[in-house]
């Protein structure tokens, strides 16, 4: 167990549909990470948070939005999803430290999302 | 967006021998992470790295940061069949931002 929990861990959806995403960071992680693995494909960032404000935005659709909330859990949400949407979406966590400090990702066990 | 570039793509090998795979970059990074992951898993961090020139190991892995802090490398010995996976690189240009991650070694082992 890393520690980070994604829910759910499947979900089946048809196109068009909404879905909700949720993420609870490592204990004492205060920044949040998103990313989309496509079939055989590598880990694409979506969107990073900080302790509730957004960081860094990377290749993410204008129908997905994120948000992290005052206990820092996160939510990515997908909306009028299309079959291309089916994916692995992984949340990470990190804490942000200084230099020297350690300064990795870990990640949650995914979130399977398939859009038929 | 920056991308990181992984070789080998895939590798083949048998049991016992050892594997080599890099990540390289365009751009200097100031952290560079390595990952595994098996199917339907999240990645698994392995090492992480923070300074150039760093060699650190972890039992048979063996990474280090590039002295000219845009690439990295990953050196497995005596592999094992548990080792097949999809090895992934990451890099950080400035702490707490967002990580890059390679598109991936895929690694199978051979008995």
């Known amino acids: 167990d890393s520690g980070v929990t994604q829910t759910p861990k499947h979900l089946i959806t048809a196109t068009g549909q909404r879905v909700t995403l949720r993420c609870s960071p490592r204990?004492?992680?205060?920044?949040v990470y998103w990313y989309q693995q496509s079939l055989d494909q590598g880990l694409q960032f979506l969107i990073q948070?900080?302790?509730?404000?957004?960081?860094a935005k990377g290749n993410i659709l204008e129908r997905f939005s994120a948000q992290q909330f005052p206990d820092l859990h996160s939510e990515l949400n997908l909306s009028s999803l299309e079959l291309g949407d089916s994916a692995l979406y992984f949340c990470?966590?990190?804490?942000?430290?200084?230099?020297?400090?350690?300064?990795?990702?870990?990640f949650g066990a995914g979130s399977r999302l398939t859009v038929l | 967006g920056q991308q990181l570039n992984q070789s080998p793509q895939s590798m083949f090998i048998q049991e016992g021998e050892d594997v080599s795979m890099n990540c390289t970059s365009s751009?200097?990074?100031?952290?560079w992470l390595w990952y595994k992951q098996e199917p339907g898993e999240g990645p698994v961090l392995l090492i992480a790295?923070?300074?150039?020139?760093e060699l650190t190991s972890n039992g048979r892995l063996t990474a280090q940061f590039g002295i000219t802090r845009k690439d990295s490398f990953l050196n497995i010995s005596a592999s094992i069949p548990s080792d097949v996976g999809i090895y992934f690189c990451?890099?950080?240009?400035?702490?707490?931002?967002?990580?890059?991650f390679g598109p991936g070694t895929r690694l199978s082992v051979l008995p």
């Open positions: 990470a966590s990190s804490v942000v430290r200084g230099p020297g400090g350690a300064n990795v990702l870990t």
């Open positions: 204990s004492g992680d205060l920044s």
């Open positions: 948070y900080y302790n509730g404000e957004e960081r």
């Open positions: 751009s200097i990074f100031n952290t």
């Open positions: 790295l923070y300074k150039a020139g």
């Open positions: 990451a890099g950080q240009h400035n702490y707490g931002q967002n990580f890059v």
